[in-house]
Nanobody
Framework: QVRLVESGGGLVQAGGSLRLSCAVSGSIISFNAMGWYRQAPGKQRELVARISSGGSTNYPDSAKGRFTISRDNAKNTVNLQMTSLKPEDTAVYYC??????????WGQGVQVTVAS
């Protein structure tokens, strides 16, 4: 049973920073890629950052230069460092794990609220 548990969310002022962490049961090297997504009220879930098993990263334009995804294979964690936060970054953030079987596992989500 794969389990992903996010932590680190909360309330922050615009321009501030937050670091999200995702603890994964089992070894994250067994996954093809790890990622962070977010979903704001009334909107679709969208990709925020993704990191492959080889360490390659990709970000949408909205996150480039502000968000950094990293992985610690020894600790089986994936982190998302968010800086220069904006009110439009307010959403529930989800950790994801893409298995080589193409199945995607999700965490329960963590709320991030950026006050203007």
């Amino acid at each position: 049973q794969v389990r992903l548990v996010e932590s680190g969310g909360g309330l922050v002022q615009a321009g501030g920073s937050l670091r999200l962490s995702c603890a994964v049961s089992g070894s994250i090297i067994s996954f093809n890629a790890m990622g962070w997504y977010r979903q704001a009220p009334g909107k679709q879930r969208e990709l925020v950052a993704r990191i492959s098993s080889g360490g390659s990263t990709n970000y949408p334009d909205s996150a480039k230069g502000r968000f950094t995804i990293s992985r610690d294979n020894a600790k089986n964690t994936v982190n998302l460092q968010m800086t220069s936060l904006k009110p439009e970054d307010t959403a529930v953030y989800y950790c994801s794990a893409d298995a080589f079987s193409s199945r995607t596992y999700w965490g329960q989500g963590v709320q991030v609220t950026v006050a203007s």
